[in-house]
């Protein structure tokens, strides 16, 4: 394991007789119960900002390919009355 640092972190009672619970079934001391709870909460933290990232990558490209829809439309019906007015003559 890389280099740690030791911290300070205050805890109800109830939320330490929880983390001696978990170590007690787990066989596992508080560090190693908080330190995986850390790396849990990390892992999901990021995950949400990934998924924010991607959401708003989402709207943002939906207005482009809106836009982009919206010309190709406009430019496809423009032949397709060109064509017919030729089919007419």
């Given at each position: 394991m890389p280099a740690s640092r030791k911290i300070v972190v205050n805890v109800s009672?109830?939320?330490?007789a929880e983390i001696d619970q978990i170590g007690g079934?787990?066989?596992r001391n508080?560090?190693?119960?908080?330190?995986d709870a850390i790396?849990?909460?990390?892992k999901?933290?990021?995950?949400?900002?990934?998924?924010?990232?991607?959401?708003?990558?989402?709207v943002e490209m939906?207005?482009?390919n809106r836009r982009i829809a919206e010309e190709c439309f406009y430019g496809d019906?423009?032949?397709l009355q060109?064509?017919?007015?030729?089919l007419a003559e």
């Open positions: 009672e109830k939320m330490l079934i787990t066989s508080r560090s190693e119960v908080v330190r790396r849990l909460y990390l999901e933290q990021r995950k949400r900002d990934l998924y924010e990232q991607m959401r708003k990558g989402y939906g207005d482009i019906h423009e032949a060109s064509g017919l007015e030729k």
